[in-house]
Structure formats: C-alpha cells, structure tokens
C-alpha cells in the first residue's frame, strides 16, 4: 500500500513537499516514482530513485526545481517541489516497481494520489 500526502494549496513560487509512505511490500528492494496528472491530460512520469544505487531521474519540465529522495528506515519517499508554477497543477501519485536501475514507467503499485494547487 502506498499513501501519499503533503499536497495543498500554495502560490506560485512556494515550496511544497510530498511524502510517499509504502507499506506491504519490501521497500528497499522497489524503484520509487512520483507521476502527475493534470485535469483533462494524461498522467506524466515527474521523477524516480531506483533501490540498487540510489540514482535519481526527472522529467525534463521539474529537472532543478523538484527533488526525489528515499528514506528506507522509514519506507517513505518524498518529492520536494521548490518554484512551483501554476502549471504544477495535478494530483500526484507515488508509484513502485521492482525492476532495478532506471525505472519510468511504473508497473507495479500505485497510491490514490494528492491534489496539489498552485495558485498565480
């Protein structure tokens, strides 16, 4: 099960941060994703740490503003969005997979997702 939260309304320009927390499943052993998807779009890939070297991957349109990490004690992954801009509007979704290395499209586990609202 993976249930994220830290979504809200924020203004252009803040800072948010979401948090993933897995359970069910060996977390340490699962690349970890966050994807996106917008009102009346199709959900995108936002970002993903793999489990065997702890690398990190983003989609062009988040690369230095948005940072994935990973916290095994606590099965949890988080998404720190900094700059956020009107256009970051979307539920976001924690995803899991199993596959090592660099992993973007997601095929295992999926949480119910977080509005984010960013106001101009």
């Known amino acids: 099960q993976l249930v994220e939260s830290g979504g809200g309304l924020v203004q252009a320009g803040d800072s948010l941060r979401l948090s993933c927390a897995a359970s069910g499943l060996t977390f340490s052993r699962y690349a970890m994703g966050w994807f996106r998807q917008a009102p009346g779009k199709e959900r995108e890939f936002v970002a993903s740490?793999?489990?065997?070297?702890?690398?990190?991957y983003y989609a062009d349109s988040v690369k230095g503003r948005f940072t994935i990490s990973r916290d095994n004690a606590k099965n949890t992954v988080y998404l720190q969005m900094n700059s956020l801009k009107p256009e970051y509007t979307a539920i976001y979704y924690c995803?899991?997979?199993?596959?090592?290395?660099?992993?973007?499209?997601?095929?295992?586990?999926w949480g119910q997702g977080t509005q984010v609202t960013v106001s101009s």
């Open positions: 995803a899991a997979d199993p596959r090592f290395g660099r992993v973007v499209d997601f095929r295992g586990f």
């Open positions: 740490v793999s489990w065997n070297n702890g690398g990190t």
